[in-house]
């Protein structure tokens, strides 16, 4: 499965930005595909996922209220949105995927084996 991400760039603080990540090399809709995002220095931090084969999704507590994860299955592609920037979301946004339950292992990096990328994001205040 190759992964490819978009959408990032440089926004204000209160801006919204939809991200991007589509999938290819694979025929199959059971897997998950999941967002992170990691600043330099610093680990992974998972976001949420989706299921791309039935859509059922799962949000961290720190995803909860400005994200959105969303998928389209005509063209394997997963959206986060991110609502109401702010400064400290700035960070380098990975999506993931593998051929696990989402909602059983949720956005945990070790769960994932296919990686893209990434999508800058640099939020100004």
């Known amino acids: 499965v190759q992964l490819v991400e978009s959408g990032g760039g440089s926004v204000h603080s209160g801006q919204t930005l939809r991200l991007s990540c589509t999938a290819s090399g694979t025929t199959s809709d059971d897997y998950a595909v999941a967002w992170f995002r990691q600043v330099s220095g610093q680990g992974r931090e998972g976001i949420s996922c989706?299921?791309?084969?039935?859509?059922?999704?799962y949000y961290a507590q720190i995803a909860k209220g400005r994200f959105t994860i969303s998928r389209d299955t005509n063209s394997a592609t997963v959206y986060l949105q991110i609502k109401d920037l702010k400064p400290e979301d700035t960070a380098v946004y990975r999506c993931?995927?593998?051929?696990?339950?989402?909602?059983?292992?949720?956005?945990?990096?070790?769960?994932?084996?296919?990686w893209g990328p990434g999508t800058q994001v640099t939020v100004s205040s």
């Open positions: 993931a995927a593998d051929h696990v339950a989402c909602q059983r292992v949720g956005a945990t990096p070790a769960a994932y084996d296919y």
């Open positions: 989706i299921s791309m084969k039935d859509g059922s999704v």
